[in-house]
């Protein structure tokens, strides 16, 4: 009976880690901000399960910053964005209970600062809840390092037993990453060219009709406005002499 009874417990439990039930993290909708401005991150959370999900809970944490040059942890990052939710990088939300089959949308808010740097912020999650009595943790790939994750995923398969030795918590599954940026506001420098381009092209063809000799309206009033500035100059000469 009791070699039965762990013979369930180990089918249960590979059933509950097994990346085809896993609950599905989907429809991801991320913002791009302008530092300063804040925007909302929304996405789904699905359990695919036969049973419900009990006292499900979201553990979310901006942990990361990376450019095409650089990379830093979040608390590297000074001026970083933080979920308005919480003020701060990290946030938890109580999503309660979680029926089979149906889509559990999960919403909260990002929030910059005029000083935040651009760049992509990575957002790990953990997922905590209990199932069949048993409470399960649940992982992101933010909270493993690459020699750690590298070493946990040899010969293309995925040792939750290593993981969980690497962070001292159980790992029962792991479920995606996701990420957000930010980007300064380029318009002011496409204005610039288009200037640019406009004061250029002007001066091509100022510099074009004075070569070919051509007249234009500019120098025809040019030289009208210079004629009357000698006439009137020479009037007054005279009527200085006769002073």
Known sequence: MKITLIMAFLVISGYVSSPAYVPNFDNFHTPVLEPGQSGKFNFTIENRYVNPMYNVTLNI???MWATEDDN???NKVASHPVIEESKSADCTLHLGTLTPHVNKTVVFHIKTYSSTPDGVYFVR????????STEYKMWSRGFFSNEVW???????????TYLSEAIHEPVDGIV???SFSVKSDLTWILYVLIGITVIVGILAVYTYLK????????????YELKGKYRTL?????EKKKKI
């Not at 999650?125 to 069949?132: D, E, V």
């Not at 070569?211 to 040019?222: M, T």
């Not at 100059?233 to 000469?237: A, P, V």
Request: aromatic fraction near 14%; hydrophobic fraction near 30%; charged fraction near 30%.
């Open 125 to 132: 999650f953990s997922l905590f809840f209990l199932y069949n």
């Open 176 to 178: 995606p990453d996701s």
């Open 233 to 237: 100059e020479r009037k007054l000469k």
């Open 72 to 74: 830093k942890p979040i």
């Open 150 to 160: 590298d070493n946990a995923t040899k010969n293309h398969t995925l040792n939750l």
């Open 61 to 63: 944490g901006i942990y």
């Open 211 to 222: 070569e070919e000799a051509i007249s234009n309206p500019v120098d025809e009033k040019y």
